[in-house]
Structure formats: C-alpha cells, structure tokens
C-alpha cells in the first residue's frame, strides 16, 4: 500500500489552490464541494473560476503565488502549468507541516486526489496511487454504473435510526447483524425503489420487533476455490464479508483468505501430514457451538467443500445439534487447476471419462481400486498425492498403465505460484526428486497431458 486512503474533513478549513487553468477549476470545485473555503491564488483564472469567484464561492488573490499565501491554510494544491513552481509550493508547505498536492506529481505531494464515486453520504474513492488515473477513472465509470444514485437515500434513512436501534439493541453484534439484514432486504429494496415512505415504515416495525434476546447463529460452509480470489462465487463473497468468525484450513490461499471482514475472529483448522492442529470431529463441534453462540461462522475451505473436503461430515453434526448452515460450492481444485495449467479433463481424442481420487498415503501405501484408474481414455485427479507420487506411478504401471503415460503434477494452481511439471509415470517422481514442491499440489494422469504444449496460457511469472 503505497497511500492511505482517508477522508478528510475540511468542512470550514481554507485551502488553497494556485493555478487557474482547467486543472485548477476541477480541484477548487471539489474543494468547494467538500464544503472548505477555497483561496485560490494566479495571475489569471478560467471562465468557469471567474463566475464561482464572482459569485462569492471562492476568494480570489490575482498574482503570482508567494509563501505568504500559505498563512492560515490547511493544505495546498498546487495546480500551475510550471513543475519547478508546484515543487516549490510543495516543498515550502512541507516546511510549514501543511499537506500538499501537485497536480500530475504523485511523488511531489503529499497526498493525492483520487476518482471519486459521490453517493452522499457514501462516497466511494478508487486510486491507482498515479500509476495510471486513466485506469482509475474508468474503474470508477464502471462502479458508477453498478450502484445506483439511491444509496445515498438509504444511507440517510439508516442515519436516522441508528440511535433508536442502538437503544433497542444494546450488543454491538445484534445491532450489526440487523442492520445486514436490513440493507440485504425488502427495506432496502423499498428506498431503492424509491419508496422511501413505505421503507421507513417496514424498518420501525423491524425495530419493534426485534428480539435483543434471542442468538441466531449460522453456519457458512464455503468453497474458496484454488487460490485465485477472483474465481470466488458473488455468494461465496458476500457471506464472506458478513461472517463474525472465519474457520479456515491450510489450502485457502492467503489472497482468498483477505478477502473475509477484516474484523472477523480467524480460527486456523489447518491440517498437514502427521500434524493436525485440529481433529476433525473437534473442528465439526466448534463450528456447532460457534453458531450456538449466535455467531454467524464462516467455514472456509480451499477448493469445493464437498469434494475431499469432509464438508459432508460437518454439516452432519450441524444437523444433529439444529444448527441452520448455508453450502456455497467453489471451483474444485481439478477443475481450477486443470483450466490454468492448459490440460483439458477431458477431450473427445483422448479421454471421454475423468476420475478424481486421494493419495493420501494410510500406513504408507495408497488404498485405490488400481483396476478402475488403469482404464483406457480416461483422465485420474489426484488429490493430496505429492507423498505417495512414487508409488502412484509404480501402481499405475504395475495394473497396465503404460510407462509412457504422460503425468503432470501443479504446484498451487491459479496463484502466482504456480508450477508445471510434466512427464510420464516412469519419470516425473525421479524429475521432482530435486524439485522444491510447495503444497497445496494436485496430480493429473493421461494422454491429455501432452495438450499443455498447445493449450498452456496461464503465465504467473507475469502476475
């Protein structure tokens, strides 16, 4: 993060602008917006600046910009078409400890002026930091698009209510999640609808009606997919945001894992070979009493939760207790993995089938039915199969599979990560013998492997 990104109150605070080109004219009406005194300081001014000055909006010194005319100020811009001037506004309110802008000059400044989404009293800021403001206005173009001028209204409305809500409700907990439910309900919809008479109404009687005693816990259980946080589901996303506790195992990437509330307890589940930090029936049981609690508890899991993920079995005991739970699928880490290393699962020439399986090793050999994975035109997914890579070839081969047998084995697919390693069953054990292979790793088998020449697309190194 090379900025902070804030917003400032400079309701009454004067704040200088010196230029009076069209540059000057844009930030000293935003300035003006934001309800400062503008002062605005050159030897001449645009039209549009002439009329605001002539109106009363902005006081006006006509001249060349001295060090007196940052008396009193608050923070400066410095909008002039002559950079060894702006640097000179620029390092003299430094001197002073008044915040500057230099318009164009990120590095110059001190601060800098973002795209801005204006919904008041939202308002929604979008930076590219200088790099590119041309990517960011058109990022804030496409944001305007998606949220309606409305939200504003239903900010307002909620503004109102606070204060009675919060004596309805006395826990900081409750009164969030009723204010979710509102804002993700037919109270919305109504303001955003602009029925603003008939929101106000349905709101007094939620607040009427809410209970200040009673929990409602629930249980999220969400896949994270393999890695890469924009393959998240819009579902998966918004329950993410809405969770008071995060359970989370060791496949969910670190990118997927930022993407929960930032003030959401995180409770690390992880489980690795002969190390499980926590046994899956005390993981299925904490979920339980979470929720018991009146917590709304996220269990996030990388890839699918019902593919290896033993989501199956947690949602058994959410049953048993009475807990209410929600399942969100996630792109599998077959599929995930499949698509960003360029190998089809399936292909009309070479595979009509495709199998998924575990490798994790048991007592320290793989117990697979070895005759079913040996079937011709048929692509095997292996899970969890990094250990057991030796003896998943030696029993390939040992049931009929050819040695020639192409075999790719991806190291954390669809992140920045990601490595491909091909070879055949006779090979690729002794190809990764020196290979640091970092988990979470998956394992494909069979002939469209051979596609990745072809198909291969995803360059991480370029992330």
């Known amino acids: 993060m090379n900025f902070l990104p804030i917003f400032m109150n400079l ?6 602008v010196v230029g009076g080109g069209d540059v000057a004219t844009r930030k ?7 309800k400062a005194q503008v002062y605005l300081v050159s030897p001449h001014v645009t039209e549009g600046l002439q009329e605001a000055i002539d109106a009363g909006l ?5 001249g060349e910009f001295t060090a007196e005319d940052l008396n009193g100020c608050y923070l400066v811009i410095a909008a002039t078409d002559n950079e060894s001037v702006n640097a000179h506004i620029a390092q003299l309110a430094d001197q002073r400890c008044i915040l500057a802008n230099v318009a164009d000059d990120a590095e110059a400044g001190h601060f800098i002026l973002p795209s801005i989404i204006d919904r008041s009293p939202i308002q929604i800021a979008v930076s590219s930091g200088g790099a590119s403001p041309v990517l960011a206005r058109l990022l804030r173009v496409r944001l305007e698009t998606m949220i309606p001028a409305t939200y504003g209204h239903l900010a307002q409305l909620v503004e109102r209510f606070r204060g009675v809500v919060k ?3 006395g826990n900081g907990q409750k009164r969030r999640i009723f204010w979710e439910n509102v804002l993700q309900g037919p109270v919305a919809e109504m303001v955003l609808s602009g029925r603003q008479e008939a929101a106000e109404k349905a709101l007094q009687q939620q607040i009427d009606t809410a209970d200040d005693e009673k929990n409602h816990g629930e249980v999220y259980l969400v896949g994270g997919g393999p890695g890469d946080p924009d393959l998240l589901t819009f579902r998966a996303l918004r329950l993410m945001q809405q969770a008071d506790v995060v359970v989370y195992d060791r496949l969910v990437s670190k990118e997927v894992l930022e993407m929960t509330r930032r003030d959401a307890q995180r409770i690390y589940v992880g489980k690795e070979r002969s190390n499980h930090a926590v046994p899956q029936e005390d993981i299925n049981q904490l979920l339980a009493r979470l929720a018991k609690e009146g917590k709304r508890v996220l269990r996030l899991k990388g890839g699918d939760p019902f593919i290896f993920g033993r989501g199956g079995e947690e949602i058994q005991t ?3 207790e009475g807990v209410p739970f929600q399942v969100v699928p996630g792109i599998t880490a077959a599929s995930g993995t499949a698509s960003y290393a360029g190998i089809p699962l399936t292909h009309r020439d070479y595979a009509q089938s495709c199998v998924f399986v575990t490798g994790h090793l ?15 035109q048929q692509t095997v997914v292996v899970y969890m199969g990094l250990l057991g890579l030796g003896m998943l070839c030696q029993q390939l081969m040992r049931h009929g599979r050819a040695a020639s047998t192409p075999i790719a ?6 992140t920045k990560n990601q490595r491909v390693f091909t070879g055949t069953l006779a090979t690729l054990p002794e190809q990764l013998r020196n290979e640091d292979v970092q988990p979470p790793s998956l394992i494909i088998v069979g002939e469209v492997v051979t596609l990745r020449t072809q198909l291969s697309w995803f360059e991480p190194e370029n992330l």
């Open 362 to 376: 048991k007592d320290g050999s793989m117990d697979l039915n070895w005759k079913t994975l040996v079937q011709p």
């Open 11 to 16: 309701t009454g605070r004067r704040c200088l």
């Open 28 to 34: 000293a009406c935003l300035l003006h917006k934001a």
């Open 58 to 62: 902005y006081e006006y010194r006509q």
């Open 167 to 169: 004596q309805r409700l």
């Open 409 to 414: 084995l991806v190291q954390q697919a669809t």
């Open 318 to 320: 959410l049953t048993a």
